[in-house]
């Protein structure tokens, strides 16, 4: 799996302060300001090869629920779009709100959504551990994908009915054969690219960020599950919903936003 424990030792909800950030200017989430976004023709769909028999489980890190995946060997993988190597998925995890009103990291033009999934990659042309790939401007590729409140998503359902069992920071449960390309919205031609960071500690400017313009929809009750997750231990004796659980957007620093589409 990804080391989960990068992720673990470094997230925090009390993070979101001052943290200084050596010479952070390629810091992400950012609001995508859609009309300054340059058309690049040279951007060509996505291409992931996803198996389902790479799913390996669930758990609960303290600050989102990740799903993970064995990416031991190239059988789950990203490539084309803004990318030149071949991206290996290793987890994929969400953002969201207290309420609907919030919750997405990135936005469209100041727009917030409810929630927002990532789906993370890394650069197994290039290195042979996440650990690695981290720390290297191009190592990572993380895949944005915008929740709407709307209809049940069907393919979630498998994977909200998991929460309960890890409802405490540190939960873990054998979690297989999810295909993560059902959370995927049906056009993955269009999205924006940018180079940006982790938005959680150690904010590490490795990303090479893909946020899709179609959102994916998701049911009221079903994200109400997600808010029932714990950010605290079971042996805390004060439990804290798993609630607003997004960095706040970051200055864009001249960086270009470009998109695949007119
Ligand atoms: N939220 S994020 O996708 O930027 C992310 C991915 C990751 F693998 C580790 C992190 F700490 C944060
Ligand atoms: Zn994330």
């Not at 302060?17 to 951007?43: C, H, M, N, T, Y």
């Not at 389902?52 to 993988?77: A, H, M, R």
């Not at 990572?140 to 890890?166: N, T």
């Amino acid at each position: 799996a990804c080391s989960s424990k990068y992720v673990l030792s470094q997230m925090h909800p009390m993070w979101q302060g001052p943290l200084a950030v050596p010479g952070g200017d390629r810091q992400s989430p950012i609001d995508i300001v859609v009309r300054k976004s340059i058309f690049d023709s040279e951007l060509k769909p996505l291409v992931t090869k996803y198996d389902p028999q790479t799913c390996q489980q669930i758990w609960n890190n303290g600050y989102s629920f990740l799903v993970e995946y064995d990416d031991t060997t190239d059988k789950s993988t990203l490539q084309g779009g803004p990318l030149q190597d071949k991206f290996r998925l290793c987890q994929f995890h969400f953002h969201w709100g207290e309420t609907n009103s919030w919750g997405s990291e990135h936005t469209l033009d100041k727009r917030l959504f409810p929630a927002e999934l990532h789906l993370v990659h890394w650069n197994s042309d290039k290195y042979s551990l996440f650990e690695e790939a981290v720390m290297e401007d191009n190592g990572l590729a993380v895949i944005g994908v915008f929740l709407k409140v709307g209809k049940r998503h069907e393919g979630l359902q498998k994977l909200v009915d998991a929460l309960p069992a890890i409802r405490h920071k540190g939960s873990v449960v054998e979690f297989t054969r999810f295909d993560p390309g059902c959370l995927l919205p049906s056009n993955t031609e269009d999205y924006w690219t940018y180079h940006g960071s982790l938005t959680t500690p150690p904010l590490t400017e490795s990303v090479t960020w893909i946020i899709m313009k179609q959102h994916i929809e998701v049911s009221h009750d079903q994200l109400a599950v997600f808010r029932s997750l714990l950010f605290t231990s079971a042996e805390e004796d004060v439990q804290k919903s798993m609630v607003n659980n997004f960095r706040v957007q970051q200055p864009l620093r001249g960086r270009a936003v470009r998109s695949s589409f007119t």
